[in-house]
């Protein structure tokens, strides 16, 4: 069961309202928001274990959260602790360049829907890259550099014409306006 300091909010720097406890909340909130459920949700699903008011203060920093606690709370998200964590930003991961110009992002659900062998290839990759990342989305794709020379190779157009081809093709994404 849980410790008497599991839930507890702590004063020392490396705890609440640090810098890296609101980092790990952000990422908290946007696994659960990628996994599709409610701070509810999470509470029945972990059968009470996870209050909602106590995951919104971990969700916003306000509470740090303890590493048996953090361990079960991934396995009601079905995912490995690490996913839970923030990454680092002074690591540099291998192909995490941004797209030639800016980010592009890709609408797998709209890409699913679409017949032919390319796209069907597309769809695996995208696929595939959204595995080894563990995006739990599945609706929405950014690629980076190293996705889009792939992505050329498979559409026939050279590089820097992907973000055009992909626009034309109805499958670059937009996010909805307010």
Excluded at 43 to 49: D, I
């Amino acid at each position: 069961m849980n410790g008497p300091n599991d839930d507890a909010p702590s004063g020392d720097s490396d705890g609440a309202g640090s810098a890296f406890s609101r980092l790990v909340g952000e990422r908290l909130r946007s696994i659960r928001l990628q996994k599709n459920m409610s701070l509810g949700d999470v509470e029945t699903r972990s059968n009470q274990e996870f209050k909602s008011s106590v995951l919104g203060a971990y969700e916003r920093g306000e509470r740090a959260i303890s590493v048996p606690r953090l361990e079960r709370l991934a396995r009601v998200y079905d995912v490995g602790v690490d996913q839970l964590l923030p990454r680092d930003p002074m690591r540099v991961e291998p192909g995490s360049a941004a797209a030639p110009q800016g980010k592009l992002r890709i609408d797998v659900a709209k890409l699913s829907q679409m017949q032919g062998p390319q796209f069907s290839m597309l769809e695996k990759l995208l696929r595939m890259i959204q595995v080894q990342r563990q995006d739990f989305n599945g609706k929405v794709i950014t690629v980076r550099s190293n996705d889009i020379r792939a992505i050329a190779v498979m559409l026939d157009v050279s590089i820097d014409e992907v973000p055009a081809r992909l626009a034309s093709l109805g499958l670059v994404f937009v996010p909805p306006q307010a």
